[in-house]
Structures are given as structure tokens and as C-alpha cells.
């Protein structure tokens, strides 16, 4: 059921879960972005060693921006990545807001460094996007530094396309049709 946020409008607060094979994407409350933002966990937060990241703080601010100027926008904001076998939260992905007039949304995800190379966020950004489509969105963008081998492989594993670059980035697109 909606509830106001302090701008007066509704807020979403019924999405759920987005669970994988090893995952669990878990859709941030306001709350939750408090607490990286701060970096202070309350008694019920499981936060692996090293998270949050400077990029899961930035992706907390940016969820809260949003929720202060036009209101909660879930389910098109920020997941949290939690390892289903442990539940400890390490890493983060997520919308950079609503999909626009042409249906496209961006997205970002990141994981802590001790997790990375395992197919976790192969694994998750596999599942936003099928989410994504299941949510009426027509196409995908994301992008990252020339030296991010890392993430230019999770991106081009999920079927996601190099459509552009320029002197500092890599721009990737992944489009329903095509899958």
C-alpha cells in the first residue's frame, strides 16, 4: 500500500524481492539508503565485509535525491545484492530512474571487491533485465570506463551491445527485441 514520503507523494512500498539461482536483488527502502549513505548498518542489516562501496553510496544518494524531488521510484530504483546462501549483502545494482518516453532505462551495479569474478553480477544484471522487460521497458543502456574489462564482459555476457565509446567511456545497450 502507498504511504507519502515528507514531498507529500505516494510512495510504493509492496515491490518485491528479486530472486535468482544465488541472488537475492532486494529493492532499497529509504531506510536502507540511510544506512549506506552513512555507512552505519542498523541490528538487522548483514553487510559483508567492504560494503558498501563509494558506488553503492553514490547509487544510495542518488535513490534518495529521487525519492525527495518526485517521489519513491521504485520499481524502477536501487536493488541491493545479497548472496542468497548467507544473506550478506555485497554489492548493489539498480535503475538510474523511470524508463523515458522510448522506453529506455539506465543502469549501474557494482560488487565488492572479494566477490568479483564469481558470475554474481552476470547473475544479477541478467535478472534486472529480464525484469525490465517484464516491465514494459524497451531498451537497456549502461557504461563504463575503457579499463573496466570486468564490467565490459558482465555487459557483453547478458547480451548487452557496445554502441558507442568516446575517450573516457564504454556505452552499452541491450534491446527486448533482439533477445
Not at 521504485?74 to 522510448?102: C, K, M, N, S, V
Request: net charge negative; charged share 25%.
Amino acid at each position: 500500500m502507498p504511504s507519502p514520503n515528507r514531498g507529500g507523494r505516494a510512495i510504493q512500498t509492496n515491490v518485491e524481492d528479486l530472486v535468482t539461482t544465488r541472488l537475492v536483488l532486494h529493492p532499497m527502502t529509504i531506510d536502507e539508503a540511510q544506512q549506506v549513505l552513512a555507512q552505519m548498518p542498523d541490528a538487522d542489516a548483514r553487510w559483508a565485509p567492504g560494503y558498501p562501496a563509494d558506488g553503492e553510496r553514490n547509487a544510495a544518494l542518488r535513490y534518495l535525491t529521487t525519492c525527495e524531488e518526485i517521489g519513491d521510484p521504485r520499481p524502477f530504483g536501487t536493488y541491493e545484492i545479497r548472496r542468497r546462501e548467507d544473506g550478506q549483502a555485497i554489492g548493489g545494482l539498480g535503475f538510474h530512474g523511470a524508463a523515458d518516453e522510448r522506453g529506455v532505462v539506465t543502469i549501474g551495479y557494482g560488487l565488492i571487491p572479494s566477490v568479483r569474478g564469481m558470475g554474481y553480477a552476470t547473475e544479477a544484471l541478467r535478472e534486472l533485465l529480464r525484469f525490465a522487460a517484464a516491465h514494459g521497458v524497451t531498451a537497456v543502456e549502461g557504461d563504463t570506463t575503457h579499463d573496466n574489462l570486468g564490467s565490459q564482459r558482465v555487459m557483453e555476457a547478458v547480451g548487452m551491445r557496445l554502441v558507442e565509446e568516446n575517450e573516457k567511456l564504454r556505452f552499452y545497450r541491450w534491446n527486448r527485441n533482439d533477445t
